[in-house]
Each structure stands twice: as structure tokens, then as C-alpha cells.
């Protein structure tokens, strides 16, 4: 059972999961597998289905038990119970799943390392924002950028968020792990955020708890 990583911190709880598995490997780690083989037929894509499954087990893993995972029209997950608030992202390989207290907005986002991240740097990063070097190349530091303002924009309720003019990643050193700030001007509030971030082998993460 490929749980990457898990942890829980400042009342939140947050997990990876690697997907290895088959789908029957996965299913059988879950209760009720019947109701969950018909629900992942409504993808086609294979691909679709293991990461739907492997997220449904690591959520499983994280509290003991099953819950429902519903979603809003803009596609933003939540928890019918209202037992915690929720935020999920994937890449290639991985899943990655976020709970914090009810009513909580929570983002977390996973980012598969690649050099795609700089050819389209220039739709995120502003004049202001200046990658760090880390392990001989800057590929890390934009990733960073690019995942941390994806963590951002699932935090907010906002439509229309332009990465590059509304989201700002505050100068910081890049390590393995760490913490920086950031900004957004997308709404009246200008929120604040304090973005925890990863550094793995093959992939970053952020997480705004």
C-alpha cells in the first residue's frame, strides 16, 4: 500500500499517495468496492479512474473511514458532512489530498517535475518574481511559482484570477522545504498567504493550511 507521505499539522491533516496499483489493487483497500467500481465507470479514461480511486483510498487512509467527496459547479471538491473542508490535486504518478477544520479555506497542489514549467512561465510569473537557482537549474524554483499559485487559486472564490497580474509569490530562498509568502489582488480582501512548500525527487508540492 504505496502511501507516499503523511502528515498532521496546525489542525490540518494532508497525505500522498503513489498510484502503483492496479484498479482491483486499489478498490480491494476500500469498504463497499462494488459502489465505487460502477462510480469510476462514468470515466473513460483509464488514467481518470486510477487517479478518482487512489484519491477516495488515501482519504480513506487519512481518517478511518469513508466519505462522500462532492463538488461545486466551478469543480472545487468538498465534504458533504461539512466534517472538513478538502482539497485534492494529482500528477503524474501521485495524489495528494488536504483536509483542514470546516469552513477552512485549505489548498494543496502536486507538481510532477518537467521543463514545460519554463515555457510557460510567462503566463505566470510577474516582472517582480525571479526564480532561485537550486541543484543547477531553475526548473525547481518556477515550479514552485506555478504550484504555489495553483494552491492560491483553489483557496480562493474568485473567478477570473489571472496567475500572473493578481497572484504574488513574495522573494524567498529555495530549500528542500520551507515557507513563504504571497499575496492575491484578484479580491476586495487582498488575502494573505502563508504557502508551506516540498521539494521531492520528481515532484513539488504547496499547501496553504
Not at 459547479?73 to 488536504?98: E, F, M, Q
Not at 470546516?102 to 517535475?113: F, K, L, S
Not at 489582488?185 to 508551506?196: C, D, G, L
Amino acid at each position: 500500500m504505496p502511501l507516499f507521505f503523511q502528515n498532521t499539522e496546525f489542525a490540518c491533516r494532508w497525505g500522498i499517495w503513489k498510484m502503483d496499483e492496479t484498479l482491483e489493487e486499489l478498490l480491494v483497500c476500500l469498504p463497499h468496492q462494488e459502489y465505487y467500481r460502477q462510480s469510476m465507470q462514468r470515466f473513460a479514461a483509464g488514467h481518470r479512474r486510477l487517479e478518482w480511486l487512489a484519491v477516495r483510498v488515501l482519504l480513506y487512509t487519512l481518517l478511518g473511514e469513508e466519505k462522500e467527496i462532492a463538488y461545486y459547479s466551478n469543480g472545487k471538491p468538498y465534504l458533504p458532512d461539512n466534517s472538513a473542508s478538502i482539497s485534492i490535486s494529482h500528477t503524474k504518478g501521485y495524489v495528494a489530498v488536504l483536509l483542514g477544520p470546516p469552513g477552512n479555506e485549505v489548498g494543496i497542489d502536486i507538481e510532477q517535475y518537467g521543463e514545460r514549467v519554463r515555457r510557460v512561465s510567462h503566463k505566470f510569473m510577474r516582472d517582480d518574481e525571479i526564480p532561485e537557482t537550486f541543484q543547477g537549474t531553475d526548473i525547481w524554483s518556477l515550479l514552485l511559482y506555478w504550484s504555489a499559485k495553483e494552491t492560491m487559486f483553489k483557496c480562493m472564490n474568485a473567478s477570473e484570477v489571472d496567475f500572473r497580474e493578481h497572484l504574488r509569490i513574495f522573494p524567498f530562498t529555495v530549500d528542500r522545504q520551507g515557507i513563504f509568502s504571497a499575496e492575491e489582488y484578484r479580491t476586495a480582501e487582498k488575502m494573505h498567504y502563508s504557502i508551506h512548500y516540498y521539494i521531492y525527487p520528481d515532484f513539488v508540492l504547496t499547501m496553504s493550511l
